[in-house]
């Protein structure tokens, strides 16, 4: 089976922090079977290779990742030939498979899964992911709604409710099941729900800031506050100053010219320029100039 180079170095990260069901497993009252174990071992083996990988970056071997990536598949098969009715480990298999761009040997395994245990909340995930890519939004949507029902404190599933709703708003408003505002609503929800339970998650942040921009009466106050929320977090000098547009963006929203030049004034990076001088522009306009 191919390994897909984009789709992998774009999971790498993913796979570092969530290698295998077996690091995120809650504790069970029952003692550990064997095959959790041999589970456990596979997803540190994963887990330390995929921390490599990202530690050599560009410069990572992609023929030496791949016999690293078809020895863990070995191991992951034999695991399963001893355990054929293991439902964490087909789904650890499919979920690794899924990252590293394998979608059709993963969706196999990862249904099986679903089958065998339908209360995993990572299957779920997923196999809404593969719904929402093969074109079918509104029968996705249940697969992300049970997993946050199963796990509601991964900020994740979360997360890509609302960039379901989001990208496929115009499926949902044809089903005859939802209103403009419902979706707005629902999904600027979940976007600030993600953002909450993972406030060091910056791209969780910032999604929900930009969620005011998708809403048809959006609460401008609100958003300003989120924006300079973001602003008083940013680490360097061109994410505040990234920050600062938006506010300016918003407060011209509101109708605050003033306010909004006077935010725009500290914003001296050369690379936002362009950005800057669309601004001035509108700022500019009320006044004839």
């Known amino acids: ?16 922090a969530g290698a295998a ?33 990202v530690a050599q970056g560009s410069e990572l071997e992609e023929a030496e990742f791949k016999n690293q990536v078809e020895q863990i598949t070995r191991e992951y098969e034999s695991l399963l030939r001893d355990n054929p009715d293991f439902a964490a480990g087909y789904a650890s298999y499919g979920y690794m498979l899924w990252k590293a761009g394998m979608r059709k040997p993963a969706v196999a395994l990862l249904l099986k899964a679903n089958q065998m245990d339908p209360d995993i909340p990572l299957v779920k995930n997923e196999l809404g992911n593969y719904l929402a890519e093969d074109g079918k939004p509104l029968e996705a949507l249940n697969y992300f709604l049970a997993a946050i029902k199963l796990e509601p404190k991964e900020p994740l599933y979360h997360y890509q409710l609302g960039t379901l709703l989001y990208e496929a708003r115009d499926d949902f ?77 918003v407060l011209l929203n509101m109708g605050k010219a003033a306010d909004a030049r006077k935010v725009l004034d500290t914003v001296t990076d050369p690379a936002m320029a362009d950005q800057r001088r669309k601004l001035l522009d509108r700022i500019d306009a009320p006044a004839g100039k």
């Open 173 to 249: 408003l044809k089903s005859g099941e939802w209103t403009r505002a419902s979706i707005e609503h629902s999904m600027q929800e979940a976007f600030r729900t993600a953002s909450e339970l993972a406030p060091d998650r910056i791209e969780f942040s910032y999604r929900y800031a930009e969620s005011f921009y998708d809403m048809q009466e959006p609460d401008w106050a609100l958003a300003l506050r989120t924006w300079q929320g973001l602003e008083g977090r940013a680490q360097s000098e061109v994410e505040r100053q990234t920050m600062r547009l938006h506010e300016t963006n």
């Open 21 to 53: 069901l077996a690091d995120t497993a809650p504790p069970q009252a029952a003692p550990e079977t064997m095959a959790e174990r041999r589970l456990k071992e596979i997803a540190e083996h994963q887990k330390v290779m995929f921390s490599d990988a």
């Open 1 to 16: 089976m191919p390994i897909r180079r984009a789709h992998l170095i774009a999971a790498l990260s993913l796979l570092v």
